[in-house]
Each structure stands twice: as structure tokens, then as C-alpha cells.
């Protein structure tokens, strides 16, 4: 019963190193998102891919790239890390894009020194 | 655009009593639902309860009930019978029922049950 499972946890990178955060979900959801969490905020979307082939920018895109690689995997790539992307990410799932709401993974805390 | 406030940045209460949490929105669309999900120290988003904009009767889940008042657009949380276990974050959320159903989240609470 894993529901949507993130890897790694946490991270620390350089500034300018790349990333790539794993996302998969095992509940035949057909969209699935990516969001940041900063301190004092609520969480903001980055991504979002609506079905398989899918994926269109969020609110704060800049600096990210997602890749849906199948219906069950969506991977968020840092190509340049920077400070400013200091951040808790959560990776979500839902049956559809529609008002079902979405199931959340623990979360990636990614330092950026 | 909208937004989601929520005004409290921190609250406490004791076990077993009864506590509100608000939650206030701006949009000029009709259509939308409302939810609240909780985030415990171990980082989880749990969804605790949503309402649909369309319905008068305001949503319940055991311990978890909310006052949905749509002209005033506000959505508080009730927690009766508040345990250790409640002690998390808390977030509003709303989402738009067109376009991208994105969640557009408030900056939550933090709510400390004291035993």
C-alpha cells in the first residue's frame, strides 16, 4: 500500500550541481503534480501532468523540468541548482485532473549550499 | 487570481477540548471545492476533509467539521475533542473546478494539542 513514493528524502547539493527528484504512485492516477514548499508559505505548484504525455507549467516553473515517464513515473530535474531552490518537494497524484482530490508523498528536503 | 489566508500562524489547545481553525478565500467564480489537509511532524499531507462550494451542509469527518460560509468566504476547521495526534500543520487549500484544478494553498497553522 505505498500510494506515491519519492526518492531520496533529503539531498545536498552544490550550487550548479543537477538533480533529478523520482516520483512513482502505484494508484493508476492519471495526473500527477510537483510541488515546493518554502517556509512561511503554503505549497506552490511547479508541475503538472494532467494523463500520460503530458505536463504543463505551474506557478513557479522557472529553473525546473519534469519528464513523465510513464503513467505511473513523473521526475522533476534541477539542471543548475541554486540557493533560492532551498526547498521541501512534494510530489501529488490524483484519478484525474477534476475535483479528486490528490494524494501526497512524504517530501524530498533539498539543501542548495 | 485567487488566494487563500490563513490568519493564524500558531495555535494551541488542550486534549480533549475544542478548537477552530480559519481559513478565508478570494474568488469570483462559482465553482469550486475546499479542503484542509494536515501535515504531522513526519512531513505527510493528509487530506482531513473537503466541501463542495455547490453544497449548504457543511462537511463532517468524525472529530473534523467545518463552517463553510460562502458569501463571507471563509472555511473554518473544527476539531472537537482535539488529541495528541492533531498536533500538526494545517493547510487550507482551494481548487478551482476548471482549467488545471491546481490547489491553490494557504500558509497553514500550526496547532499544538497540550496534554
Known amino acids: 500500500n505505498a500510494g506515491v513514493t519519492q526518492t531520496p528524502k533529503f539531498q545536498v547539493l552544490k550550487t550548479g550541481q543537477s538533480m533529478t527528484l523520482q516520483c512513482a504512485q502505484d494508484?493508476?492516477?492519471?495526473?500527477m503534480y510537483w510541488y515546493r514548499q518554502d517556509p512561511g508559505m503554503g505549497l506552490r505548484l511547479i508541475y503538472y501532468?494532467?494523463?500520460?504525455?503530458?505536463?504543463d507549467k505551474g506557478e513557479v516553473p522557472n529553473g525546473y523540468n519534469v519528464s513523465r515517464l510513464n503513467k505511473r513515473e513523473f521526475s522533476l530535474r534541477l539542471e543548475s541548482a541554486a540557493p533560492s531552490q532551498t526547498s521541501v518537494y512534494f510530489c501529488?497524484?490524483?484519478?484525474?485532473?477534476?475535483?479528486?482530490?490528490?494524494?501526497f508523498g512524504d517530501g524530498t528536503r533539498l539543501s542548495i549550499l | 487570481a485567487q488566494t487563500v489566508t490563513q490568519s493564524q500562524p500558531e495555535m494551541s489547545v488542550q486534549e480533549a477540548e475544542t478548537v477552530t481553525l480559519s481559513c478565508t478565500y478570494d474568488t469570483s467564480e462559482n465553482n469550486y471545492y475546499l479542503f484542509w489537509y494536515k501535515q504531522p511532524p513526519s512531513r505527510q499531507m493528509i487530506l482531513v476533509i473537503r466541501?463542495?462550494?455547490?453544497?449548504?451542509q457543511n462537511a463532517t469527518e468524525n472529530r473534523f467539521s467545518v463552517n463553510f460560509q460562502k458569501a463571507a468566504k471563509s472555511f473554518s476547521l473544527k476539531i472537537s475533542d482535539s488529541q495528541l495526534g492533531d498536533t500538526a500543520m494545517y493547510f487550507c487549500?482551494?481548487?478551482?473546478?476548471?482549467?488545471?484544478?491546481?490547489?491553490?494553498f494557504g500558509t497553514g497553522t500550526r496547532l499544538k494539542v497540550l496534554a
Open positions: 466541501q463542495e462550494a455547490y453544497k449548504q
Open positions: 501532468s494532467a494523463s500520460e504525455g503530458t505536463t
Open positions: 501529488a497524484s490524483s484519478r484525474q485532473l477534476s475535483n479528486q482530490p490528490q494524494h
Open positions: 487549500a482551494f481548487m478551482l473546478l476548471r482549467g488545471t484544478y491546481k490547489y491553490i
Open positions: 494508484m493508476n492516477h492519471n495526473s
